[in-house]
């Protein structure tokens, strides 16, 4: 911990919003005592709690400024819900951990103040767009959420392809 304070204060001049995981996973105490002395910059975490009990631990122990789990590791949408209902109940924003259609459809379903804004990887963010039929691309900072069923996760023939001769090639 004496290190991601140092590195906080050495990035204070180049005023980040958050530090985003800056100590393992299960140290919540620790996580507790950095969000107490980091002063003026966010700590976020959650991506890798998988329940909203786990949320829960991060937040009774007032662990996190923002709560970033993952809609595809906590359980899917129906469980996100809940993880946001939950958060909200603490006043803590909720921007999931990488984008993907997932994240999308479940921030257009919550508040602007449960959901903020979605997280986007530039490189990781692009690399399932190969085997969609609707590709996700923020234009100008933002993300168009689509107006037709499901959670456009359709499979891309040409992206089916490439896999199939990348799978061949071995």
Not at 4 to 16: A, G, H, Q, W
Not at 44 to 56: D, F, S
Not at 141 to 170: C, F, Q, R, S, Y
């Amino acid at each position: 911990m004496p290190y991601t304070l140092r590195m906080i204060e050495l990035s204070r001049e180049y005023r980040p919003y958050w530090f985003e995981e800056p100590v393992l996973a299960d140290l919540i105490p620790q996580y507790a005592e950095l969000r107490r002395e980091a002063r003026g910059v966010f700590i976020t975490g959650g991506e890798h709690e998988y329940t909203r009990w786990g949320v829960k631990a991060l937040l009774d122990a007032r662990a996190v400024d923002v709560l970033q789990a993952d809609v595809t590791w906590a359980g899917g949408i129906s469980e996100m819900t809940k993880i946001c209902a939950l958060a909200s109940a603490y006043d803590i924003p909720v921007i999931p951990h990488h984008g993907g259609w997932p994240s999308t459809h479940l921030i257009a379903s919550q508040s602007l103040t449960t959901c903020p804004m979605q997280e986007w990887l530039i490189q990781h963010g692009r690399m399932p767009n190969v085997f969609y039929k609707h590709k996700l691309v923020p234009v100008s900072g933002h993300i168009e959420v689509p107006n037709t069923p499901g959670i456009n996760m359709d499979l891309a023939e040409e992206g089916l392809t490439v896999l199939e001769e990348k799978t061949l090639a071995g």
